[in-house]
């Protein structure tokens, strides 16, 4: 896979891409949840025009249709089989008192190197295929205790030890702007799946160069796409 030059890639790189992602929303639609922030899906649960279930089932339709059919970022390792199930909780607590959290109903990705007791923890290897940690993650913890949804764990270089974003378990993600082009790593399917709009947030890993370089990676295939425009 062919890797762009990580020189000059700015965390600010990376918010521009995310505002202009090709599997971004078209302007002048109705809540979807391509771009949407945490503020914007909240004030939608406000107004009565949005659910935590309804939202997940958004997200899981992207899933399906960018990451497992078609030309696939292949990103996801597991969608969790329980989010639905956990959405409709928070819809019950919603309706009874209101926001429950300052992440209430936010379906969140997480890097398969994060403990979930109640999910498959892999690393991306086929190894510990099935896996499942006792405990969860203190940061799994935490999110959850905000209200957050782990919707999906998602694919990183194999014991997040190089930079490509290629695993034993689900093989190589590819960078949503360029499917020519690795994401960079090792939390490159974080990377790839918050650019294309598989969650509202990701949580990835860094040891030296495992979230900046995914930034650098996808930033730099963006702004090809765009010079090319």
Known sequence: MRLP???GATVLAVLFMMSTSP??????????PAEATIADIHAAMKRGDLTAARLVRMYLARIEAYDQTGPSLNAVIMVNPDAVARAEELDVRFDQSGLTGPLHGIPILLKDNVNT???PTTGGSL???GSI???DAFITKRLREAGAIVLAKVNLH??????VTRSSLLGQTLNPYDLTRTPGGSSGGTGAGGVAN???MGI???TVNSIRSPASAIAWSAFARLSAL
């Open 5 to 7: 030059s990580t020189k």
């Open 23 to 32: 599997y971004g929303r078209a302007q002048n639609e109705t809540f979807t």
């Open 117 to 119: 007791a109640d999910m």
């Open 127 to 129: 190894s510990l295929e």
């Open 133 to 135: 940690p006792p405990d």
């Open 158 to 163: 194999e014991f997040a030890t190089s930079g």
């Open 198 to 200: 598989f969650g509202v």
């Open 204 to 206: 990835g890993t860094d």
